[in-house]
């Protein structure tokens, strides 16, 4: 089976600036996958290119097989994508807005009518655009991507200005999605969000991948101890990198991240405590997306 999304190398220059750079990656049916990058790193430019919006310096773009440069009209014809803040006519109400997209594409009011209910909009659907919440009006472009019912959607920002509830709700709504076999692409910034909802992610930085794999694996490499001692930090560290089997150490908010097992912690307190130095704290440390992505991106 082809992968819903796979990017060869795509690269994109505006003038003397690569703002993408040879970027890969692949995203599977019933997958859903996080892309995630600092303001500037390329993750727009990215998603341009993936819907044929904008033309690739070189590499290419695949949906489901097909080129998105060569076979445009095939590539799209089963992707849905919500990017930036959806656009409707204000003055028409939400369910008119979606029949004016859907009589384009030829479809029907029932399926309109569908869409709403799974975004769960039918009770406001009569009202206008111009009204709606900004929960209401993310909720109403992600039916719009969502009326030809695709097998791939592209989500960009879909929880932005949405207060807690309304993130949740997007959030159980991208997770149903997924469980009825599409592929998501997730471009979010919030990044508690896409950790609990993704199954990989890739970091971009500066127009490169700097990170990519599944999230459990990616946050199993910042495993390790938590250390707060009182009195000589900097003798701790000393004391602790030359410690056998300890791949690091490194300081954050005054304490000592050790880079080793969690069942060591014993043996580094008896270290720390026979080099007269009081242990305050000392407990298995996991990393958060949030740590890695600052780590990658400082």
């Given at each position: 089976?082809?992968?819903?999304?796979?990017?060869?190398?795509?690269?994109?220059?505006?003038?003397?600036r690569?703002?993408?750079?040879?970027?890969?990656?692949?995203?599977?049916p019933?997958e859903?996958?996080?892309?995630?990058?600092?303001?500037?790193?390329?993750?727009?430019?990215?998603?341009?290119?993936?819907?044929?919006?904008?033309?690739p310096d070189?590499?290419?773009?695949?949906?489901?097989g097909?080129?998105?440069?060569?076979?445009p009209?095939?590539?799209?014809r089963?992707?849905?994508?919500?990017?930036?803040?959806?656009?409707f006519?204000p003055?028409?109400?939400?369910r008119?807005?979606?029949?004016v997209?859907?009589?384009?594409?030829?479809?029907?009011?029932?399926?309109?009518?569908?869409?709403?209910?799974?975004v769960e909009?039918?009770?406001?659907?009569?009202?206008?655009?111009?009204?709606?919440?900004?929960?209401m009006?993310?909720?109403?472009?992600?039916a719009?991507?969502?009326?030809?019912?695709p097998?791939?959607?592209?989500?960009?920002?879909p929880?932005?200005?949405?207060?807690?509830?309304g993130?949740?709700?997007i959030?159980?709504l991208v997770?149903?999605?997924?469980?009825?076999?599409?592929?998501?692409?997730?471009?979010?910034?919030?990044?508690p969000?896409?950790?609990?909802l993704?199954?990989?992610?890739?970091?971009?930085?500066?127009?490169?991948?700097?990170a990519?794999?599944?999230?459990?694996?990616?946050?199993?490499?910042?495993?390790g101890?938590?250390?707060?001692?009182s009195?000589?930090q900097?003798?701790?560290?000393?004391?602790?990198?030359a410690l056998?089997?300890v791949?690091?150490?490194?300081?954050?908010n005054g304490?000592?991240?050790?880079?080793a097992?969690?069942?060591?912690?014993?043996?580094?307190?008896?270290?720390?405590?026979?080099?007269?130095l009081?242990?305050?704290?000392?407990?298995?440390?996991?990393?958060?997306?949030e740590?890695?992505?600052?780590?990658?991106?400082?």
């Open positions: 089976m082809d992968a819903a999304i796979q990017a060869e190398d795509l690269t994109k220059r505006f003038g003397a690569t703002v993408v750079d040879r970027v890969c990656f692949a995203v599977q019933g859903i996958f996080g892309f995630l990058g600092p303001n500037g790193a390329g993750k727009t430019t990215t998603i341009g290119m993936l819907l044929g919006l904008v033309r070189a590499g290419r773009a695949l949906l489901f097909h080129d998105v440069q060569r076979e009209a095939t590539a799209l089963e992707v849905g994508a919500l990017v930036e803040a959806p656009a006519y003055y028409l109400s939400g008119d807005n979606l029949r997209l859907a009589r384009a594409d030829g479809l029907s009011n029932q399926r309109v009518e569908a869409v709403l209910a799974q909009l039918t009770a406001r659907a009569g009202d206008r655009f111009r009204v709606y919440s900004q929960g009006r993310q909720r109403l472009g992600i719009a991507a969502l009326l030809r019912e097998r791939l959607v592209i989500l960009d920002e929880t932005n200005g949405l207060d807690p509830a993130q949740q709700s959030r159980e997770k149903s999605l997924a469980h009825a076999g599409r592929a998501i692409f997730l471009s979010s910034h919030i990044l969000e896409v950790e609990q993704c199954d990989r992610v890739a970091i971009l930085v500066n127009g490169r991948i700097t990519q794999g599944a999230v459990a694996e990616l946050l199993q490499r910042g495993r101890v938590l250390v707060r001692v009195g000589d900097h003798r701790a560290v000393e004391l602790l990198r056998e089997g791949a690091g150490v490194r300081e954050e304490a000592l991240l050790v880079d097992p969690a069942e060591r912690a014993a043996e580094i307190n008896a270290l720390l405590t026979a080099a007269g009081a242990v305050a704290e000392i407990r298995a440390y996991e990393q958060r997306l740590d890695l992505f600052f780590d990658l991106t400082r």
